[in-house]
């Protein structure tokens, strides 16, 4: 059974930083792209960033480029998202999801989310 | 960038077909994949690449993508189908990854 949980949510101030991890199982890892996505309160869904299975194709949206870092270890299994420069707005219930098909994916298994809360 | 435009909400009898639309510019040349995202809940894939449904996804929901709109028609809705419904294509622009701003379904 594939299963994905992420970990690492949490209070922060503006300006603080954070480290999200998502640990993966049920299935080969290291074959599959993998994202972060978010929606915050009340809101829609929000995509936040991609890396291929290799880790040699890293994608960003621009609302979080230059602040946030996404990585991979496919020996643990495990996605991680480093946000640093958090903002308000960044407040949300962050998922990883796995990628499946060729060139325009779908993500077809989704993790329970973390809430991650930027607030003083 | 890309933009996909959902109506906000869509309502419908139990036993009636629901058709969600999701707008794009020449959305037809894309693949549209759906999701389910009941209250408290993870989303859900329904239908990927147009018209496919993953296995447990109920033959009521189907799909179809031309032109500038893709939807996705449930038939002889239930109430457990009353959730949030979000579209989503890939696209060369600056964000690849783009989510349609969801439709809440509700069953009347």
């Known amino acids: 059974e594939v299963q994905l949980v992420e970990s690492g949510g949490g209070l922060v101030q503006p300006g603080g930083s954070l480290r999200l991890s998502c640990a993966a199982s049920?299935?080969?890892?290291?074959?599959?792209?993998m994202n972060w996505v978010r929606q915050a309160p009340g809101k829609g869904l929000e995509w936040v960033s991609y890396?291929?299975?290799?880790?040699?194709?890293?994608y960003y949206a621009d609302s979080v480029k230059g602040r946030f870092t996404i990585s991979r270890d496919n020996a643990k299994n495990s996605l991680y998202l480093q946000m640093n420069s958090l903002r308000d707005e960044d407040t949300a219930v962050y998922y990883c999801?796995?990628?499946?098909?060729?060139?325009?994916?779908?993500?077809?298994?989704w993790g329970q989310g973390t809430l991650v809360t930027v607030s003083s | 960038s890309y933009v996909l435009t959902q109506p906000p909400s869509v309502s419908v009898a139990p036993g009636k077909t629901a058709r969600i639309t999701c707008g794009g510019n020449?959305?037809?040349?894309?693949?549209v994949h759906w999701y389910q995202q009941k209250p408290g809940q993870a989303p859900v894939l329904v239908i990927y690449?147009?018209?496919d449904r993953p296995s447990g996804i109920p033959e009521r929901f189907s799909g179809s993508n031309s032109g500038n709109t893709a939807t996705l028609t449930i038939s002889r809705v239930e109430a457990g189908d009353e959730a949030d419904y979000y579209c989503?294509?890939?696209?060369?622009?600056?964000?690849?990854?783009?989510f349609g701003g969801g439709t809440k379904l509700t069953v009347l």
């Open positions: 690449y147009d018209s």
């Open positions: 020449n959305i037809g040349s894309k693949s």
């Open positions: 999801a796995r990628a499946h098909g060729y060139v325009e994916y779908y993500f077809d298994y």
């Open positions: 049920g299935f080969t890892f290291s074959s599959y792209s």
């Open positions: 890396i291929s299975s290799s880790s040699s194709t890293i």
């Open positions: 989503q294509v890939w696209d060369s622009s600056s964000d690849p990854v783009v």
